[in-house]
């Protein structure tokens, strides 16, 4: 049995909410008398916005012994797919809450007891994002979920700790929690460290400053490359961040340069993935080398390389070629299916969208290979280019093979919330193609 949260009965601050700090007492206090009005179901797809919705519907989801279930995104079709998977569910949305909030009655002391879940069981099911395919079903349990809230917050706050001793680091994410970086930043990690979450979730740069304006310090900054692109380009003044931690893609070398020189910050990054959360961490400007979690170890093997975390019950295959530097540090040298061959040449995805990005006058761009083709095609936001330019200038840049035909210029690339190019959205934007 492990504990819903670390220190329930805390008078510390958990969320903030509507300009007001809700303590870790009077959250738990919501989330058990919240529990015996949810509907007896087995799953539950909780799609609340609000972090304290979130984090309210998720606490009293454990505590009924439900199962949450974590769309990879807010599609119809995404929706559906998880239904019919899961046939014993429940939808919980921001305005169900709080009809049901409305209804809850008062608790009486807090137990450890009543607040212990057991280790073992799952207790959570996220999805993989679908940038190579069909998202896949990815269940948790609460050992591995508390045990990577604790790691995290080993890693990303206990450095912290001497210099804000007895204070409360507090966050502003502009992921969804329904993501497994915003899982863990957003709810596990306000769980597991000493830390409290911003009710919002941010998107424009206005919103991001106020938000962070609203809190005291010391505070950070949890977001994505594509965030991070927009804030710089907006010449938006940020209050002091103690650091900005990114997920979900590569951080380009040059916006972490731009980013710690712009608000004075450093730019930590997380190598993680659905499958296993949070593997190693690097401050970006500092070098290509990432450092593993304690006690984790990576372990070469036949069909590339495996991970084993101190939380996870067994190793996970990584789908990205890896060099070991050090039993705890390694290089990222790109993702497996990232290589392509194309009339005997063989070249990087990753590289060939470097190229086009390269180009001036190329705001946001991708180039991407269909299963059913032996050639690349690119998306492009470039309002004052012409498709013709970018490829004469592209051609300047990589071998004629790999020339994206076609080349389709877009207002803006077809990115989920967390920014990910799922290979659905992107071959949707082709001229006469479809989704499916």
Same mark, same amino acid.
């Given at each position: ?35 015996p009005l949810l509907p007896p179901a087995a799953h539950v797809i909780n799609l609340t916005v609000g972090r304290l919705s979130f984090m309210l519907g998720f ?43 409305? +209804? ?5 002391? %807090?137990?450890?007891?009543? @607040? /212990? $879940? &057991? *280790?073992?069981?799952?207790? !959570? ?75 919002? +979730? ?5 919103? %991001?400053?106020?938000?962070? @304006? /609203? $809190? &005291? *310090?010391?505070?950070?900054? !949890? ?75 990576? +372990?070469?093997?036949a069909e590339g390389w495996e991970y084993q975390g101190p939380h996870l019950p067994g190793p996970v295959s990584l789908s990205d070629r890896l060099a070991l ?71 300047? +840049? ?39």
């Open positions: 049995m492990l504990p819903l949260l670390a220190n329930a009965h805390g008078s510390q601050t958990l969320v903030w909410h509507q300009g007001r700090a809700v303590t870790r007492e009077a959250f738990i206090n919501s989330a058990r008398s919240l529990a606490a009293a989801a454990l505590l009924r012994n439900q199962i949450t279930l974590l769309p990879p995104n807010q599609t119809p079709a995404a929706l559906a797919d998880v239904k019919q998977r899961y046939p014993d569910h429940y939808v919980l949305d921001d305005a169900q809450l709080q009809a049901w909030e409305e +209804r809850k009655v008062a608790t009486g002391p %807090i137990g450890e007891q009543s @607040l /212990a $879940l &057991p *280790a073992d069981e799952v207790r !959570v099911v996220l999805f993989t994002s679908g940038s190579t395919g069909v998202p896949q079903a990815q269940p948790k349990t609460w050992q591995v979920l508390a045990r990577t809230g604790e790691l995290d917050a080993a890693r990303f706050t206990g450095e912290l700790a001497s210099r804000f001793r007895g204070c409360t680091l507090n966050l502003v994410a502009t992921v969804p929690s329904q993501h497994m970086f915003g899982l863990q930043t957003t709810v596990l990690l306000p769980f597991w460290g000493d830390c409290a979450i911003h009710d919002s +979730r941010p998107f424009f740069p206005a919103d %991001i400053r106020d938000a962070l @304006l /609203a $809190l &005291p *310090a010391p505070r950070a900054l !949890v977001s994505t490359p594509v965030h991070l692109r927009a804030c710089l380009a907006s010449n938006i003044a940020l209050p002091p961040v103690e650091f900005v931690l990114s997920a979900t893609a590569a951080m380009p070398l040059e916006l972490a340069h731009a980013v710690e020189q712009r608000w004075q910050a450093p730019v930590l990054e997380i190598y993680g993935s659905t499958e296993a959360g949070t593997m190693g961490t690097r401050r970006t400007t500092q070098g290509d080398c990432w450092r593993l979690l304690p006690g984790a170890r990576l +372990r070469s093997v530097i050090s039993p705890d540090e390694f290089r990222l040298l790109g993702r497996a299916a990232d290589q392509i061959k194309i009339a005997g040449k063989r070249a990087s995805l990753s590289e060939l969208t470097h190229a086009l990005l390269s180009i001036a006058g190329v705001q946001d761009g991708c180039v991407f290979q269909a299963p059913d083709t032996q050639r690349t095609a690119a998306l492009a936001v470039a309002p004052h280019l012409t498709a013709a330019h970018i490829l004469d200038e592209l051609a300047k +840049r990589v071998d004629a093979v790999f020339l994206p035909r076609p080349l389709v210029l877009v207002p803006q690339l077809p990115r989920n919330a967390v920014g990910k190019l799922t290979q659905a959205a992107l071959l949707a934007a082709l001229p006469g193609r479809s989704a499916t």
